[in-house]
């Protein structure tokens, strides 16, 4: 491994970032344009890392509010910001069965219908940022815990060629972006990741446009890192890339000094599995810091997820990242 001095870590301006970069690997942060006016919210954002990921802006209920107007105020927010910091950028979702808008799941519409109202949406919300941003996430969670195709409006109605066709749609809009399937629970080995694997070892037979598969790892303390790596692996296997989408590591709250060294010691194995593998140079937080994590909301009594506290204090989850990629 090449061993980088910390003095020339800091002198390119930037910890995670700098490092990352050092080593080949993207490191990125959901983030949201509500939170751009908070002062240590911004410099963290803009000095820690290199990618940007909405965190919901691009979701039809925010970003197509309506059959025949779209709102793309938000994303530019974070485009711009993006710019400034000259940050990359990825998007997620295109195509998900939740936080959609109401004209969309009450519209009663017919499969012809729908099928151009997503061919449509695909190809304006990525021919808009064609320029700016370099992968999505085209069809988010069609796998349920089950390992089974999940019920949604777009599998009952189109069916469940909608994955291929969003896929096609989007590679249209965008003839160079990176396209990735995502889902959660698939960097452990269980039947919801065998059913993806065969789903999209499928989609890649057939000659469809996907050029890898988002592990969202929302995980815990006790995650098997070495079935993190099997999985990763045995996407190698085929020629896709894994990107690490939606990192984030809970444990109970209050935390404790011995749940966040467990915390850091999985963070660092996320990152160690990525530069270990010859397919994966991606990973992104779910937000960076518990000030603003989703978890508390959704987890009962679970938090401290991120890498800083709700003072953007770096935690030894940050520490530990920042000393596996210095060396």
Known sequence: MRLVAIAAILALGGCLRSAGTQRGLAIGSAASAAYLGEAQYSEVLGREFALLTPENELKWDTIHPARDRYDFGPVDALVRYAR???????????????????????????????????????????????SVIGQWD???????????????LWSRIIGPDYIELALRSARAADPDVKLFYNDYGIER??????????????????????????????????????????????????????????????????????????????????????????????????????????????????????????????????HAVIGLLQT
């Open 84 to 130: 400034a910091h000259s940050m990359g950028l990825r998007g997620v979702p295109l195509v998900w069965h939740a936080q959609n808008p109401a004209w969309l799941t009450e519209g009663q519409f017919t499969r012809s219908e729908l099928v151009g109202i997503l061919d449509g949406h695909i190809r304006t919300v990525v021919g808009r940022y064609s």
């Open 189 to 318: 080995s269980g039947p919801k990741a065998d059913a993806v694997f065969r789903m999209v070892s499928d989609l890649r037979q057939r000659g469809a446009p996907i050029d890898g598969v988002g592990f969202q790892a929302h995980l815990t303390a006790q995650a098997s890192l070495a079935e993190l790596q099997a999985q990763i692996d045995r996407y190698r296997a085929i020629g896709l890339d894994v990107a690490v989408t939606e990192l984030d590591v809970r444990v109970p709250v209050p935390a404790t000094i011995a749940s966040l060294q467990a915390q850091a010691d999985v963070y660092r194995g996320v990152f160690k599995a990525c530069l270990d593998a010859t397919n994966c140079d991606t990973v992104v937080v779910w937000g960076f810091t518990d000030r603003h994590s989703w978890i508390p909301a959704f987890v009962p009594g679970y938090g401290a997820a991120t890498l800083y506290t709700e003072d953007y204090e770096p935690k030894p989850a940050y």
């Open 138 to 152: 085209v069809v988010n969670e069609a796998i349920d815990d089950a390992g089974e195709p999940r019920s949604t």
